[in-house]
């Protein structure tokens, strides 16, 4: 028997051994409930779709990295990471959101901008913000408006926008319908996604973008700092591919008002 091919083997069998599992490492994919369509998650399928998710499936295909899902609400997520229960978690976020040892991704994945929402029946017209004063819009319970917050809380007649809170997406479009508000506020692409599941178009509507009022946030990749550097710098170059080829924007329009 030959002693030293049978030594070598035995070394290349722990190297592997001691290898395998770094190389197969776990991403902890914070899915977090109701945000459709950002993540879009079914009872059999975590990863069933939503712009982020679609993403994040691009950027890890192929990869030896494999993405564990955790579903639940925000808050539980939150409390999750927190406690360290989600090594090697990955989300998305924005600069305003960041905090120490959290990270985003070298590029933005997409641009999250605030619209009004009026039924094209309505004989309404927004050209400039003074022009809802002293008028109701539908806004979503929780939410925060930065840049409209201040009109909400004004104490003058003069200046203030008054606010009917809807406690769901649904809620919210059939408060429009029922004339609760002279329009509903919300991101592009949840407005879009919401009204077509309530079986309606979005033809039937206008759209004012209120980006003037409400700023634009970049929302990125969002993960632990102690992420491996590998995954890191595989996230980076992947989104630059899929920028370049044109299928991060195809992805995102995909979810998007039509043109």
Known sequence: ????????MVALWLCGSMLAPAMAEDI??????????????????PLHGGVVTEIVRQ????????????????PRLDAMRSNGQLPNWLSYGATPWL?????????ALFSWRHVL????????????LSDLFGKPLILMNGYDYPG?????????GVGRIS?????????????LQARRGIGLVDTDMRLVYNLRQQGLSPADFRFYDLS?????????LMYDRSLPEPVRTLIDRRLAELQQSGQLAAIVQHYRLPH
């Open 148 to 156: 409209l917050d201040k009109y909400l809380r004004s104490k003058s």
């Open 59 to 74: 950027v890890f295909q192929g990869s030896q990295y494999q993405l564990h899902p955790v579903v639940a609400p925000a």
């Open 99 to 107: 905090q120490p040892g959290w990270q985003l991704s070298q590029r």
């Open 163 to 175: 606010d009917q809170r809807a406690l769901s997406q649904g809620s919210a479009i059939r408060m």
């Open 117 to 128: 929402a009026v039924p094209k029946s309505s004989p309404f017209r927004y050209r400039k």
């Open 212 to 220: 003037a009022v409400i700023p634009i946030v970049d929302i990125h």
């Open 1 to 8: 028997m030959n002693w030293n091919r049978v030594c070598l």
């Open 28 to 45: 902890s994919y914070m899915v977090i409930e109701q945000v459709e369509p950002f993540q879009i998650a079914t009872q059999d399928n």
